[in-house]
């Protein structure tokens, strides 16, 4: 730096130099939006191939069951028809929702939500990824915990999480996701624990820092970038939230969201339900 530029800076007023700072504050939060964004659309970028296909199966569902419709001509076999194809086009619409409200979704706005039925949707954009790869999934939604989050960033957290279980399960595996509430702790969580190839301890403590990663790129390109964990982390914890990892090579790992419950609110108790990839 020149003798001149120097001068210039150390000369600054306070008034100056804190414009400096708040303008240089405003960069780093518009390139970490920008970051988180990108991210998203790199979760999108992985599920793409799953979801054409996805689609491809309710288009040949609607069109098998036209084709029925239109060559019996009897009241039951035409009902049944119209059901399926009302069945196909709810799906269809079900995942359009869920995906353009997720690509899009960049407030900052917090609202009370249903931890549950965050999940819910989630799962409705990644089911059948993890059918493709066969990825059994299980459920487990022991209460109904409400916490005020950004529904958006949240669920682009487990979307992460997810698609990086689904990637340490190269060939198959046990996808477990749970939702409770820890009354005593006061906090609703959610773990995602998969039965892949672990995390080695030596870089467990690392696995949260920026461009530290344990895998690389998959073939379409996605992961081994190591912000995804780096990002979830910084989101969690923007909620007042935990995020914990536990993980043994050679069995899998299981990550822990921990957010602060409404005060309220209740956790009303669910049921259980299991979801199996087909076979083929």
């Given at each position: 730096m020149s003798s001149s530029g120097l001068e210039s800076s150390t000369s600054a007023t306070p008034e100056a130099l804190q414009h400096r700072v708040t303008e240089l504050q405003d960069e780093v939060a518009g390139l970490q939006q920008a970051l988180m964004q990108a991210q998203k659309l790199s979760s999108v970028g992985a599920l793409s191939s799953s979801i054409t296909h996805?689609?491809?199966?309710?288009?040949?569902?609607?069109?098998?069951?036209?084709?029925?419709?239109?060559?019996?001509?009897?009241?039951?076999?035409?009902?049944?028809?119209?059901?399926?194809?009302?069945?196909?086009?709810?799906?269809?619409?079900?995942?359009?929702?869920?995906?353009?409200?997720?690509?899009?979704?960049?407030?900052?706005?917090?609202?009370?939500?249903?931890?549950?039925?965050?999940?819910?949707?989630?799962?409705?954009?990644?089911?059948?990824?993890?059918?493709?790869?066969?990825?059994?999934?299980q459920t487990d939604y022991y209460s109904q915990p409400f916490a005020l989050i950004n529904a958006g960033q949240i669920q682009q957290v487990l979307m992460n999480l997810v698609i990086n279980a689904r990637q340490a399960m190269d060939g198959g595996g046990r996808l477990f996701?749970?939702?409770?509430?820890?009354?005593?702790?006061?906090?609703?969580?959610?773990?995602?624990?998969?039965?892949g190839a672990g995390i080695p301890a030596d870089k467990l403590p690392k696995i949260f820092e920026p461009f530290f990663s344990t895998k690389t790129a998959d073939e379409q390109g996605q992961g081994g970038t190591g912000l995804g964990l780096s990002l979830c982390r910084k989101i969690i914890e923007a909620h007042q939230g935990r995020i914990r990892v536990d993980s043994v090579v050679g069995k899998g790992t299981s990550f822990t969201l921990k957010f602060p419950l409404a005060e309220g609110q209740p956790s009303t108790s669910v049921a259980t339900k299991a979801t199996a990839a087909p076979a083929g």
């Open positions: 996805e689609f491809n199966n309710i288009l040949t569902t609607v069109i098998n069951y036209s084709k029925m419709g239109l060559r019996h001509k009897d009241v039951a076999t035409r009902e049944k028809a119209f059901d399926k194809i009302l069945s196909a086009g709810q799906r269809a619409a079900k995942i359009t929702t869920g995906m353009l409200s997720y690509a899009r979704s960049q407030s900052d706005r917090r609202e009370l939500v249903d931890l549950t039925e965050l999940v819910q949707g989630v799962l409705v954009l990644v089911e059948k990824d993890l059918q493709m790869h066969r990825v059994r999934l996701i749970a939702v409770k509430t820890n009354e005593e702790a006061g906090f609703g969580e959610i773990s995602v624990r998969d039965t």
